[in-house]
């Protein structure tokens, strides 16, 4: 009995990954899908113009990396931007607020990234709370 106790224990303290919880920080990737069941939604990225300044580089100004997103919302279809230095860097599609938190990797000087090398680090909160 105290050993099924322990087990339980041990398995209540582990963190818990829930994809469905409102208000998280979510990474997609190029090429992958962000499934929400909860609110019937589904995100991907569909390009990206990256035109941030490369480490080792002097420039004028830091550039921008500009994403585009294909979402379908309650069976609608959603073609929208986000970008990582100028506006918008958040967007509210009915009551899904989405904002773009991070683009990486960060590019370098001589250095080719390749679309699918890409990730996004986004905040994704129903209801417009952001």
Known sequence: MIKL??????????????NNKPNQN????FGDVYYHNNYDLSLEIDSIADSRCPEGAHCIWAGNAEIMFKMRYENQQYIFSLNSNTTPADTLINDINIKLLKVSPYPKLNEIIKQKDY???LLIEPNGQI
């Not at 209540?12 to 829930?18: A, E, F, R, T, Y």
């Not at 979510?26 to 990737?29: D, H």
Request: charged letters at 20%; hydrophobic letters at 55%; aromatic letters at 0%.
């Open 5 to 18: 106790i322990s087990i339980l224990i041990i398995i209540l303290s582990l963190p818990q990954c829930d």
């Open 26 to 29: 979510i990474e997609l990737a």
């Open 119 to 121: 990730k996004v680090e």
